[in-house]
């Protein structure tokens, strides 16, 4: 047995190595260069906001950049690229279109770095109160060709902001349309779904529908904090870690004070990106919004006791261009990842919570309904739990009892016929 297991963690080993790894930055940029009756030349001066976006993106060196809160005027594209990101001698950097269905004075945009990836196609899932804007890419992946490409879609939205029923349901509204476009257009790809969504808790109706995978099998959403960060994060402390918005106790005319009590910035990604099954894979782990160490509930993120991670140009940079954290998550990017060439069946496997007691809830995604064999091993290697389930593909989630399980490290591994989900690490409490 213990050589079945060491097998396993060899084929992990493989399965999670990778060629190139990117950074993907989602940040809400407070009114860039679009004035307004509390947003002005006075409060939220360009020129000073680029200062503060250099230095910020210095620091993170992303290879994609969302923006939620941009400008509806297209050369502010360019006033963006050529003061934030061409510069010191760098130009690779390029942007997407301006659609704008919604004509809304504040849009979407991305920003790429060209030398890693390219843009296929920039369309619109839906335009209710604002657009949110799909940008489908492709990796400059060695060995490939046109056609034979691993490709990244990133989705981005700014829902609409404030508590209430009624603006609740507006965000539910337009996210039900984007699952619906996805369902349709963009089914099992790999995507992400980022930007500004104003939720104040994981109740939300609108946050219920983008995890959903009975309702949207095939556009449904894992968030990278499942096993942390759910529950209601509107000025809760046991979230403080996770907490994006207001940057600033004090607040000002144009952005939002009270210090950081929110969890609105979201970077969510599909199970393919989450399992890593087409060439791209979350790297556990990865992500967070930068300049948040759990130690500044309800206060400016760069006030004392600071921030040790970040140096006090970084934190006061963040708490003047927005009243948002960025967040960030890491991708590894590999041809080889997640391929089976003796399979070509769909195969995809979450386990949560983690840590777990007493039942863990199994996400099962496979083309066709199987006998699934699910095997639990200490960290010795021997199988301490063996279970089988009748698989139906109609259903995604299974939940499994562990309640003989004592406290401590595991591993678990589920197969469906020939193929399996290869060591998945579980922490028993």
């Known amino acids: ?36 009756n509390w947003c002005n030349d006075q409060n ?18 992303p290879d994609i950049l969302t923006v939620c809160e941009f400008g509806k005027d297209e050369a502010l594209l360019d006033v963006f690229l050529d003061n934030n990101l061409n510069v010191n001698g760098i130009n690779s950097w390029k942007s997407s279109s301006v659609i704008n269905n919604a004509n809304s004075n504040i849009i979407n945009a991305i920003f790429y770095n060209s030398d890693k990836l390219r843009m296929k196609k920039h369309s619109v899932a839906q335009s209710y109160l604002r657009d949110i804007d799909v940008f489908e890419m492709y990796f400059n992946t060695d060995g490939l060709v046109w056609g034979d490409t691993i490709d990244l879609i990133c989705v981005v939205a700014h829902l609409k902001s404030s508590s209430g029923t009624q603006n609740e349901n507006k965000r539910k509204i337009m996210i039900e349309n984007t699952l619906e476009y996805l369902e349709y257009n963009c089914p099992d790809e790999n995507i992400l779904l980022m930007g500004d969504f104003n939720f104040y808790s994981s109740d939300e109706e609108a946050y219920q529908l983008m995890t959903d995978s009975y309702l949207y099998p095939r556009a449904y959403f894992v968030d990278p904090l499942v096993d942390y960060a759910i529950g209601h994060w509107h000025n809760n402390s046991d979230f403080q870690r996770y907490h994006t918005q207001s940057t600033n106790l004090e607040g000002s005319n144009c952005g939002s004070g009270g210090g950081l009590d929110d969890r609105f910035d979201f970077i969510m990604m599909s199970p393919k990106i989450s399992a890593g099954t087409d060439g791209v894979k979350y790297v ?22 600071y921030n040790t991670e970040l140096s006090k140009e970084i934190l006061d940079a963040l708490y003047h261009n927005s009243d948002h954290l960025p967040v960030l998550m890491r991708l590894d990017v590999n041809a080889d990842i997640g391929v089976d060439n003796d399979n070509d069946s769909y195969f995809n496997v979450l386990i949560s919570p983690n840590p777990a007691k007493d039942i863990l809830k199994l996400y099962i995604d496979y083309d066709k309904d199987a006998i699934a064999k699910i095997m639990i091993f200490n960290i010795l290697g021997e199988n301490v ?9 109609a259903q995604k989630e299974y939940y499994l009892d562990i309640e003989q399980l004592r406290s401590g490290m595991y591993f678990v591994n589920i197969m469906l016929e020939e193929v399996h989900s290869g060591m998945m690490k579980l922490i028993v409490e």
Request: with cysteine; aromatic share 14%.
């Open 1 to 36: 047995m213990k050589h079945l297991f060491l097998a396993f963690l060899l084929l992990l080993t493989f399965y999670a190595y990778s060629n190139d790894t990117i950074v993907v930055m989602q940040y809400n940029l407070l009114y860039y260069g679009q004035n307004n």
């Open 44 to 61: 939220n001066d360009l020129g000073t906001k680029n200062l503060y976006i250099r230095t910020i993106l210095n620091e993170v060196k």
């Open 284 to 305: 556990n782990g990865s992500y967070c919004a930068l300049g948040q160490d759990g130690k500044h509930f309800n206060n400016s993120v760069n006030a004392e006791p």
């Open 385 to 393: 739990l063996l279970d089988e389930i009748q698989y139906s593909h």
